[in-house]
């Protein structure tokens, strides 16, 4: 079986890539014949002196360098749909490498139009949806006012999303700044810095930035950026539909795509693997009543609900944050962090209390997961399966998550930590109290961590679904 692989570059860091990466590279260990074809987009590789095309970046992985389709065409939506040249470029890139299946984890940078070339070309076709780009291309299913968005149920409500959060500029253009910009790293530079000069960004936005929107679609909103939206949906539950097999990675993923239209007996839910599965951290720091530590790894940022958390400990009885403490791990934006400890933390006490780590690596996170007692991940975007939440299972850590994405499927209520409705700073806050009035919960969620799934049996379970489509 030769198999072709469509994701992100390896190179890029975060995100999906955290989980193809690996996969790759088990696959080969495994001794599957497998290629990763991927696209320049995400990384913003563009050049005016290099031929457009697919190269060979290194043994086994190819790149469309000069990608003509950029991640988030928000004012052009049509542009995600085809591609001539890709289209042709793929075509013979299909011919020569002679692929018995394709496994699509990312379309970012591809045309929609690939489903129907790869089914041209006799491939069978697999897609994992780790996200929501066929729904959306900003993939975190966020609207306009930062709250969870549903989906594409009102096309007038995503034209006046996507407008606020594109450029008007078509692709053209911006492919033409991204290649001067890499051909001419100083020159653009010194014009950007001219540039910034003559028209400044405005200051942080601050407090107002930490709490939801109230804004409301004005009726009527550009009917031809929403009647797009609606041709680049249907395209995308088309593509799904020409699969062999769609894989959600959560029940929710499969909920949302049978809501929207892909066929429910062609999607199975099957949860990912890791590295990280693959080496226990043990669990050397005891819980003590009187120091009881809540801790969140990962980015920081408004999507992943930081500011929530530390409103909802702010928030607690005095007697119990007392005996607690909130220790935050990741990379974060200054305003960002200045605006939580203004609102919420004052100069008192509870600044004392919530510290902010800043970033950290991977070789870091056992260090980090003994220093805490009970992992917090409040998310307000719908991730469907964060890898937050093996770090957190692997290290002995119970979690409390809200209830959305990917988090119920393993995080049982009660069981190995603690659910609450998404975005409820109240419910959140309910969580905390629970633990601190009754510390002998944390080891007893511990007790109920189930064992999470490695990158070995993950592709042990694919390769035997390979092996059914052929």
Not at 81 to 91: D, F, G, P
Not at 410 to 424: K, R
């Amino acid at each position: 079986m030769r198999l072709l692989l469509i994701c992100d570059n390896p190179a890029e860091v975060g995100g999906v890539s955290n989980y193809t990466r690996p996969l790759f590279r088990e696959l080969r260990n495994q001794g599957v014949d497998v290629t990763l074809l991927c696209t320049s987009s995400m990384l913003r590789r563009f050049h005016f002196f290099r031929r457009s095309g697919i190269h060979m970046l290194e043994e086994g992985v190819f790149e469309y360098y000069n990608c003509p389709i950029l991640p988030t065409n928000y004012s052009h939506p049509a542009n995600d749909l085809r591609h001539a040249r890709m289209e042709k470029e793929i075509r013979r890139f299909l011919d020569a490498g002679r692929f018995d299946v394709a496994h699509i984890h990312s379309m970012v940078g591809m045309p929609v139009s690939l489903y129907g070339v790869l089914k041209e070309s006799g491939v069978r076709i697999l897609t994992t949806v780790h996200e929501y780009w066929w729904l959306c291309p900003y993939r975190v299913m966020v609207d306009f006012n930062n709250r969870i968005c549903d989906g594409p149920e009102d096309f007038t409500r995503c034209a006046y999303c996507t407008r606020r959060r594109g450029r008007v500029k078509d692709d053209r253009y911006r492919v033409f700044v991204l290649k001067f910009e890499n051909t001419f790293p100083r020159l653009h530079a010194a014009l950007f810095r001219l540039y910034r000069k003559w028209k400044p960004l405005p200051p942080p936005s601050g407090v107002s930035s930490l709490e939801f929107g109230c804004d409301k679609v004005p009726a009527g909103f550009e009917p031809a950026l929403a009647d797009a939206w609606k041709t680049r949906l249907e395209a995308c539950i088309t593509g799904l539909n020409l699969c062999d097999r769609v894989i959600g990675v959560s029940e929710d993923v499969r909920r949302i795509l049978v809501k929207y239209g892909v066929d429910a007996d062609r999607i199975l839910v099957q949860h990912i693997g890791s590295v990280i599965a693959e080496k226990t951290i043990p669990h050397t720091r005891a819980v003590n009543p009187d120091d009881v530590v809540f801790g969140f790894i990962g980015g920081v940022g408004f999507y992943k609900g930081v500011h929530q958390l530390v409103k909802a400990y702010a928030g607690l009885p005095s007697s119990l944050k007392e005996r607690s403490r909130l220790e935050i791990f990741g990379k974060y934006e200054q305003p960002y962090v200045d605006a939580m400890t203004n609102a919420y933390l004052g100069d008192g006490e509870d600044r004392r209390r919530v510290t902010f780590h800043g970033r950290f690596s991977p070789d870091d996170i056992p260090g980090i997961t003994n220093q805490i007692d009970i992992s917090v991940l409040p998310s307000l975007c719908a991730d469907t399966a964060p890898q937050t939440i093996f770090e957190s299972f692997n290290a002995g850590l119970p979690i409390i998550a809200p209830r959305v994405g990917g988090f119920p499927d393993f995080v049982v209520d009660g069981e190995n930590g603690l659910l609450y409705t998404a975005g409820d700073v109240d419910g959140l806050r309910a969580c905390l109290t629970a633990i601190l009035e009754d510390v002998s919960l944390i080891g007893r969620f511990r007790e109920r961590i189930p064992r999470t799934k490695t990158m070995v049996e993950n592709v042990r379970d694919l390769l035997a679904l390979y092996g059914t489509l052929q």
